[in-house]
């Protein structure tokens, strides 16, 4: 059995091994990855030999830890890795160039209509009526998007919102409020077979399907990173946040909001950012918590998408699609059924 495992930011851990008698057997690992001494390898090697095709990460990653001599040196992998990449092995996980990847990037649409997409979309990867794809979302009216599980007065200043015409919509994932103005973000959903991210905690998914932004954001001079558990951030402050939501169909929705360009004062104005949420971020103040890509980087918002494209297209293959009919008309219902209504958005009032 062979599996792989990419660390976001580090190097690429390699394992093969066999199963003999429920145990596992023959085990090696490889990769591109930093290792002093070099007889570490092999007490690696012989930690994971023998151990139950049944143990889990964590179990796996103890025993490796347990292992290493005093002084070991692992540079751009760890335990936690190597036992990721075992995990993938067993499970039989897919890697990103097993998929004939698809691009849509279509005219603007209100938001509520995004968030029925989103579950459309993922709907139908997990049928097999769509292979995985890339969207990346255009808007032209301003709105907060709240997480699945947010209360609504909790979050957001309804009376503000209404006097800006700011529009309120909650999503289907978990995660906080998002402040998103026409042209100010830069929002892109994953619709994703859940073999990809077999193996992987639900917390490690978020960076390994977002470590192509990161490349992307890198190579346009940000000195990008991700900060566990669903942020993407850099020294001058956050950029964006991811959330996910697996359907139980066999595919994962995994969507992101970068900040482009943003009018700070107003979104203090209409989000309930509170004390405490603050804290735990190391700042006094919501507006000084984000720091736009315009001002990362000087770039027009195209030029941002552009690079984002051209950098996964590059890594995993990418052509150029469109939504069908009918999953604009399954969408459109969503939107009058659920979406659009008192119930859905005041589940958590």
Not at 216 to 238: M, V
């Amino acid at each position: 059995m062979h599996g792989e495992y990419k660390v976001p930011g580090g190097k690429l851990v390699v394992v093969d091994l066999d199963i003999e008698q429920g145990r596992i057997a023959n085990f090696r690992l490889a990769g591109d990855f930093f290792l002093e001494p070099d007889s570490a390898l092999d007490d690696i090697n012989a930690a994971v030999n023998g151990m139950p095709e049944s143990s889990d990460s964590a179990s796996i990653a103890t025993a490796i830890s347990r292992a290493l001599p005093d002084g070991a040196q692992l540079l751009g992998f760890s335990p936690e890795s190597v036992a990721i990449a075992i995990r993938r092995s067993l499970s039989k996980a897919s890697s990103w160039t097993d998929y004939d990847w698809k691009l849509i990037h279509g005219e603007a649409l209100p938001p509520r209509l995004h968030l029925a997409l989103d579950q459309v979309l993922t709907e139908e990867v997990g049928e097999g009526r769509r292979g995985p794809t890339l969207r990346i979302w255009e808007w032209n009216e301003p709105a907060v998007v709240i997480g699945s599980f947010q209360s609504l007065k909790n979050e957001v200043d309804l009376a503000n919102a209404e006097k800006y015409g700011i529009d309120v919509v909650r999503r289907i994932s978990g995660g906080g409020a998002m402040f998103m103005e026409a042209g100010g973000i830069i929002t892109w959903s994953l619709y994703v077979p859940g073999d990809l991210v077999q193996g992987l905690t639900f917390a490690d998914s978020y960076a390994f399907l977002d470590e192509w932004a990161v490349t992307a954001l890198k190579s346009l001079g940000i000195d990008a990173s991700y900060q566990p558990l669903n942020d993407i951030t850099s020294p001058s402050g956050k950029i964006g946040g991811a959330a996910q939501k697996r359907l139980g169909n066999g595919a994962v929705l995994h969507h992101v909001t970068m900040s482009y360009d943003m009018d700070r004062d107003r979104m203090v104005e209409v989000l309930r950012i509170g004390r405490e949420k603050m804290s735990d971020k190391g700042t006094k103040s919501a507006n000084k918590r984000v720091d736009p890509l315009k001002t990362q980087t000087g770039l027009s918002r195209d030029a941002i998408i552009e690079r984002m494209v051209d950098t996964f297209r590059g890594l995993y293959g990418l052509t150029p699609d469109e939504i069908t009919p009918d999953e604009m008309a399954k969408a459109e219902q969503l939107v009058t059924e659920k979406f659009a209504t008192d119930a859905w958005l005041k589940r958590v009032p």
